[in-house]
């Protein structure tokens, strides 16, 4: 169960996206893919998930190729994507959100277990359940996106840009969180941010990309002790 | 006094008829952002095969049923076969506006095709009980037994519908869809297929909406029928009144507007009925775009 990526190139239209990206994550690790605005974090993620597709490359996850799926069809598979800017549905109410991402699970019964851990470890959206999500603050919503990603019983999580546009207080929460749900559920979790200290202060591998290509890869501590990689992306 | 009754008794009936098409609209509409023009001429397919039925199985009853479940097929099919083409093929600046022009084309070809094939043969659907009005203290209401069939039949249509949406898994699936598809997908829902009975239940609305309207009309079925036209204006701006995302408003937009109608119609002069649509239209626009049901900022994405 390891995800392995191998010189994965992605166009969008007429540019390259991501040029020959290749990174492995072992089971049970998180993984932090930092980098600036442009580098082809999301597109890795939305490639992963199926969103988007690849035009030379390959990704495999449980020994399959992730790629040239559809989401719908990978979700089963267990690959979870919270997609960026908290992937919510304004117009539904926090429990439906949940919900959405139990559909097509059969099994009502192991949902609800999933609920209760998510509830756990969000306390704030059972008090909210009955609410619209668009009445959620922006550290809720983000809850709520992974709560529902969570909801699909992934073992693969893809998480872009949780802390985007989060107070410092509210990223700190929420990062703790995921480390601790990676680590409670057994989760292999890319977590793609442009906070990087944060990102890979949680992290157990990282993965440094630029202008679509990997700059700089290894341990999340070996990278925060990388003259090059403080000056670039920690900013000291 | 017997006269306002009567207004409101009229903008109820027409009103809820309205609604139903305004519903389909909406429906298709939320599942694929295509106005869809064409609903009248699937109404109307689905109403001549009401008809073909009604000779068939001489029951009023079971004609809507058939009419409804071989309409929602039309749609279905039409989802499927013509308009995932039509967004694979257009891209570009066409692309917004393609498949609108699409369903216009789309709607000449059924009118052509059943001309071609049912043009010749005269088609009449009568009321399968009673259309003369209740007569209460010596007026005679603008309410008949099958007025009062039809305010109903729409009801427990809009009940049922409301239901499956709010209550039911395939009901979130398709609010999901139509609100954000991608997080829909991503979340696992087979949004293809959850578009295709969008369509569907849309045909089986503009397919109930074209079986009831007709008997309390003249009765009179014909490929370029005025009334089936008349049905998708009203309820397209039945649709606009209620912010063309919402059920309810959809619901709403289509009673106020028959009975605006029904005003127009008994007080002021039958003339004006076509003209009083089109401004209510367009004083909704003006002052309040969004609609009644719509939300006021743009989604977010």
């Known amino acids: 169960m390891t995800l392995i990526v191998n010189d994965l190139c992605v166009d969008h239209g007429a540019i390259r996206a991501l040029d020959g990206v290749s990174m492995q994550v072992e089971r049970g690790q998180l993984a932090a893919v930092i980098g600036a605005n442009g580098a082809g974090k999301t597109t890795l993620l939305r490639t992963l998930s199926g969103l988007k597709s690849a035009t030379s490359g390959s990704a495999t996850w449980k020994d399959q190729n992730l790629l040239h799926s559809k989401p719908e069809k990978l979700v089963r598979f267990g690959v979870s994507h919270v997609s960026e800017g908290k992937s919510v549905i304004p117009e539904l109410s926090v429990e439906e959100n949940l919900n959405l991402g139990a559909l097509w699970r059969r099994n009502a019964k192991e949902s609800a277990e999933t609920r209760v851990k998510i509830f756990e470890t969000f306390p704030r959206l059972q008090e909210r359940s009955a609410q619209l999500a668009d009445t959620l603050s922006g550290g809720e919503r983000q809850m709520l996106a992974i709560g529902r990603a969570l909801m699909s019983k992934p073992d693969l999580l893809l998480l872009d840009e949780p802390s985007l546009g989060l107070a410092p207080l509210v990223i700190a929460q929420i990062f703790t969180s995921i480390r601790e749900l990676t680590t409670q559920m057994g989760l292999t979790v890319v977590l793609v941010e442009q906070n990087a200290m944060s990102a890979l202060e949680i992290a157990d591998i990282g993965i440094v990309l630029n202008l679509g290509r990997v700059a700089a890869k290894g341990s999340a501590q070996s990278l925060i002790d990388n003259p090059q990689v403080r000056a670039a992306y920690l900013g000291y | ?301």
Request: proline share 3%; aromatic share 8%.
């Open chain 2, 1 to 301: 006094m017997f006269t306002l009754i009567n207004t409101i008794l009229i903008g109820l009936t027409s009103g809820s008829v309205y609604a139903l098409m305004a519903i389909a609209l909406v429906l298709v509409w939320r599942s694929t952002r295509v106005v869809n023009f064409a609903q009248a001429g699937q109404a109307l397919l689905s109403t001549y095969i009401g008809f073909e039925c009604i000779g068939r199985f001489h029951s009023f009853w079971v004609a809507l049923i058939v009419a409804m479940i071989l309409g929602a097929a039309v749609s279905a099919l039409i989802e499927v076969i013509f308009m995932r083409t039509l967004f694979k093929r257009n891209t570009g600046p066409i692309a917004g506006v393609a498949p609108i022009i699409a369903t216009l084309g789309l709607l000449g070809i059924i009118r052509g095709g059943i001309g071609i094939f049912m043009g010749g043969k005269e088609a009449i659907i009568r009321p399968p009980l009673s259309n003369v009005g209740f007569t209460v203290a010596g007026h005679t209401l603008a309410f008949s037994p099958f007025k009062l069939v039809i305010v109903s039949a729409v009801l427990v249509m809009m009940i049922g519908l409301s239901v499956v949406f709010t209550k039911t898994n395939i009901g979130l699936a398709l609010r999901a869809s139509a609100y954000a598809p991608e997080i829909a997908r991503l979340a696992g829902v087979k949004v293809d297929a959850i578009r295709t009975l969008g369509w569907s239940i849309a045909g089986a609305a503009g397919a109930a909406a074209g079986m009831l309207q007709t008997p309390n009309g003249t009765g009179a079925l014909s490929p370029d029928s005025l009334e089936f036209s008349l049905l998708l204006v009203f309820g397209f701006i039945a649709a606009v009144i209620g912010g063309l995302e919402s059920l309810i408003g959809a619901v709403i937009g289509g009673l106020l507007l028959g009975l605006v109608l029904a005003v127009v119609l008994m007080y002021v002069n039958a003339t004006l009925l076509f003209v009083t649509a089109f401004v209510l239209l367009i004083v909704v626009l003006l002052v309040r775009p969004q609609g009644i049901m719509g939300k006021k900022a743009g989604r977010r994405a």
